[in-house]
């Protein structure tokens, strides 16, 4: 009898290719797999709920013939609630303080696995699974979890991930980290999947037509005022409301003779900073807070050079992290970097590596 017979596993199954082929190689393994559909909050609109991209009526019917072929049950979870708490209402009030807030870290934190997590185990559940590009290995002798980038350097989602702490990691399982994309795809065709063909959704979950600024001014009441230039500080013109805009932004600012990318946003007197010279984006020196150190910090000797993403989109480069001496929080660092780099912005996170191991990350303020 194959050992895994006996552990049981729920599987967030999004009615993508990923959490379909993950599903596949976890029964394939032999695991007792569930199939979890998680229904997060969507936005009323004039009366009617429109459909959240990760949770809609499309993606649940594809989850659902997934796990009819596969032999799996399936069941359906509503996070409505949580995920509006924990997600929604601080993107919105990030926004609103003037910083370009992540959703997708913290629903990984707390919904994807924090409230998944606990109530997986109220079900019987061993671990859960996603269709993460990711990794996790377990060091025995010190029975710590350390989280690793996955085989697919383009697709790895170990940024979005740098929340989690060792009691989620011992529970979680990445089916397909050590696959690539491509790999994936052929998965998904070999095991016949109704999802093969299915492509993937860019937009931010719960703005399902991408369109930010209407969204934020669903919810937020929005003041025009001053763009000035960050060196002559003249008046250019009229912005629209501070939230629409963010850090190192060239389109849409609206001003000719450019080009002008923004600056800086200074809420307190409703200015847009703007620039024309691309240099003034250029910092080498930033503070993050709450970072989270996924192994601890034993083995960690301050300062450390370590590579650093700021954005998930951007290259991890070296930079010194030291604690901040100023601060009353032990979870805050300055981090320095030998080369300056562009648009760091705060709401963003500052994620931390060595080598293939994701150590952790925090907030950028």
């Known amino acids: 009898m194959n050992k895994n017979n006996k552990i049981k596993v729920a599987i967030g199954m999004s009615g993508g290719v990923d959490s379909s082929v993950a599903a596949a190689l976890l029964k394939k393994q032999g695991y007792d797999v569930v199939g979890i559909f998680i229904q997060f909050w969507s936005e009323k609109v004039k009366g009617s709920a429109r459909d959240n991209v990760c949770c809609s009526f499309e993606s649940k019917n594809d989850a659902q013939k997934v796990c009819?072929?596969?032999?799996?049950?399936?069941?359906?979870?509503?996070?409505?609630?949580?995920?509006?708490?924990?997600?929604?209402?601080?993107?919105?009030?990030?926004?609103?303080?003037?910083?370009?807030?992540?959703?997708?870290?913290?629903?990984n934190k707390y919904i994807k696995f924090g409230e998944f997590i606990k109530r997986a185990k109220a079900l019987g559940c061993d671990y859960v699974a996603t269709g993460h590009y990711s990794r996790i290995t377990h060091h025995v002798a010190r029975n710590k979890y350390e989280l690793k980038k996955s085989k697919d350097k383009e697709k790895d989602q170990t940024y979005f991930l740098h929340q989690l702490t060792q009691n989620q990691l011992k529970h979680v399982l990445f089916p397909v980290?050590?696959?690539?994309?491509?790999?994936?795809?052929?998965?998904?065709?070999?095991?016949?999947?109704?999802?093969?063909?299915?492509?993937?959704?860019?937009?931010?979950?719960?703005?399902?037509?991408g369109n930010l600024e209407k969204f934020l001014k669903r919810h937020l009441t929005f003041s025009a005022g001053d763009i000035k230039d960050i060196k002559t500080k003249e008046v250019l013109g009229q912005h629209k409301g501070l939230p629409v805009y963010t850090i190192g932004q060239r389109k849409g600012i609206g001003l000719a003779a450019g080009p002008w990318f923004v600056v800086r946003k200074d809420s307190k007197s409703n200015v847009l900073w703007v620039t024309n010279d691309e240099k003034d984006l250029l910092s080498n020196e930033f503070t993050v807070?709450?970072?989270?150190?996924?192994?601890?910090?034993?083995?960690?000797?301050?300062?450390?050079?370590?590579?650093?993403?700021?954005?998930?989109?951007?290259?991890?480069?070296?930079?010194?992290?030291?604690?901040?001496?100023?601060?009353?929080?032990?979870?805050?660092?300055?981090?320095?970097?030998?080369?300056?780099?562009?648009?760091?912005?705060?709401?963003?996170?500052?994620?931390?590596y060595k080598g293939k191991s994701c150590l952790g990350g925090g907030e950028i303020y």
């Open 289 to 352: 807070k709450n970072v989270n150190w996924i192994v601890g910090t034993e083995n960690l000797l301050f300062p450390m050079r370590l590579k650093c993403k700021i954005r998930y989109r951007t290259k991890s480069v070296f930079a010194t992290i030291k604690k901040d001496s100023k601060s009353k929080s032990m979870n805050n660092y300055i981090v320095q970097f030998k080369k300056p780099q562009r648009a760091i912005t705060k709401g963003q996170y500052a994620v931390f």
């Open 68 to 107: 009819r072929q596969l032999g799996m049950p399936f069941y359906t979870m509503n996070m409505k609630t949580d995920f509006k708490k924990a997600v929604v209402d601080d993107f919105i009030c990030k926004y609103e303080k003037g910083d370009t807030p992540n959703p997708c870290v913290r629903c």
């Open 177 to 209: 980290g050590k696959y690539t994309k491509p790999e994936v795809r052929k998965l998904a065709k070999k095991f016949d999947l109704p999802t093969k063909s299915k492509l993937e959704s860019q937009e931010v979950c719960f703005i399902p037509d």
